[in-house]
């Protein structure tokens, strides 16, 4: 029988190594992003005990139409609106959705930028197959992200004496992982675009934090209310999960198939592409 560290079968399985690899590269980030995400949650947790009832609606009611649809404010006297509106639309929605779109977009880019790229395409794999496998890397902070930061806001709301209904909150985290998924998607697509790192992150940054504006701001515009359809955040919305246990699984559905778009016509350009 063979082992596992014989070159032999290492050749014979290259991706599964360099996934790997990826994932190895990852843990450290993805341990202090955890670390940091959730020490801000039991900040925003404890800050809530802290306002009077009433302060938490003359803050509701002080804030303009259009920055309680950007920042997901609804009612923010209960701990499930306080947390859709202090950590899971601006930290959760757009701040991880512009980490997973940043940090896909150097993992094809990055290795061309660097010629480790043609080491991988001397292996014995598709150029598809090398796409979707480096791409399989984000499922870890994806999976450590949602699991610890759920458990650990729960936790913390215990704690303090407030109530939230655990099934809203696993909603809200199980709902994001298709959201999180296209904005990497998205980000693996300019990584097959351009020959930069640099250049493809920052592009993916930008264009989710834009997205993120469409659907917030420019949506609520009525004879522009059809571009909202363009943005992702349109399909993933915390905030009435977190407080009223209200969602669409058609939207998770459409950022599925979303995902899945934008990865085969990632795998498309990048077996298309001249490297």
Same mark, same amino acid.
């Given at each position: 029988?063979?082992?596992?560290?014989? +070159?032999?079968?290492?050749? $014979?399985?290259?991706?599964?190594?360099?996934?790997?690899?990826?994932? *190895?590269?990852?843990?450290?980030?993805?341990?202090?992003?955890?670390?940091?995400? $959730?020490?801000?949650?039991?900040? !925003?947790?404890?800050?809530?005990?802290?306002?009077?009832?009433?302060?938490?609606?003359? #803050?509701?009611?002080?804030?303009?139409?259009?920055?309680?649809?950007?920042?997901?404010?609804?009612? #923010?006297?209960?701990?499930?609106?306080?947390?859709?509106?202090?950590?899971?639309?601006?930290?959760?929605?757009?701040?991880?959705?512009?980490?997973?779109?940043?940090?896909?977009?150097?993992?094809?880019?990055?290795?061309?930028? *660097?010629?480790?790229?043609?080491?991988?395409?001397?292996?014995?794999?598709?150029?598809?197959?090398?796409?979707?496998?480096?791409?399989?890397?984000?499922?870890?902070?994806?999976?450590?992200?949602?699991?610890?930061?759920?458990?650990?806001?729960?936790?913390? /709301?215990? /704690?303090?004496?407030?109530?939230?209904?655990?099934?809203?909150?696993?909603?809200?985290?199980? #709902?994001?992982?298709?959201?999180? #998924? /296209? $904005?990497?998607?998205?980000?693996?697509?300019?990584?097959?675009?351009?020959?930069?790192?640099?250049?493809?992150?920052?592009?993916?940054?930008?264009?989710?934090?834009?997205?993120?504006?469409?659907?917030?701001?420019?949506?609520?515009? *009525?004879?522009?209310?059809?571009?909202?359809?363009?943005? +992702?955040?349109?399909?993933?919305? +915390?905030?009435? !999960?977190?407080?009223?246990?209200?969602?669409?699984?058609?939207?998770?559905?459409?950022?599925?198939?979303?995902?899945?778009?934008?990865?085969?016509?990632?795998?498309?350009?990048?077996?298309?592409?001249?490297?």
């Amino acid at each position: 029988m063979l082992k596992t560290g014989n +070159p032999l079968v290492r050749r $014979c399985s290259p991706m599964l190594e360099t996934t790997r690899h990826e994932i *190895t590269r990852r843990v450290r980030g993805t341990t202090a992003l955890t670390v940091g995400i $959730c020490l801000y949650v039991a900040f !925003i947790v404890w800050y809530f005990t802290l306002l009077e009832p009433s302060a938490y609606e003359e #803050l509701t009611q002080s804030l303009p139409p259009a920055m309680q649809s950007a920042f997901g404010v609804q009612s #923010l006297s209960s701990i499930g609106g306080w947390l859709g509106g202090q950590v899971y639309t601006f930290l959760w929605l757009l701040g991880l959705g512009i980490y997973f779109a940043y940090t896909s977009a150097g993992m094809i880019a990055g290795d061309v930028e *660097t010629g480790r790229m043609d080491l991988l395409l001397s292996f014995p794999v598709s150029r598809a197959q090398l796409v979707a496998e480096k791409f399989a890397a984000l499922l870890l902070p994806l999976l450590v992200l949602n699991l610890v930061v759920g458990v650990v806001t729960y936790s913390f /709301v215990v /704690v303090v004496g407030e109530t939230i209904d655990p099934l809203y909150l696993v909603t809200a985290h199980l #709902l994001s992982v298709p959201y999180f #998924l /296209v $904005c990497g998607g998205i980000g693996l697509l300019l990584s097959v675009s351009v020959d930069r790192a640099a250049v493809a992150e920052r592009l993916a940054a930008g264009l989710v934090f834009a997205l993120w504006l469409i659907e917030s701001v420019v949506g609520t515009a *009525t004879n522009f209310a059809w571009i909202r359809f363009l943005s +992702p955040t349109h399909y993933y919305d +915390p905030t009435p !999960i977190l407080v009223e246990g209200t969602y669409n699984l058609l939207d998770g559905g459409i950022l599925l198939v979303g995902f899945v778009a934008l990865l085969g016509a990632s795998q498309l350009l990048f077996r298309r592409r001249d490297v």
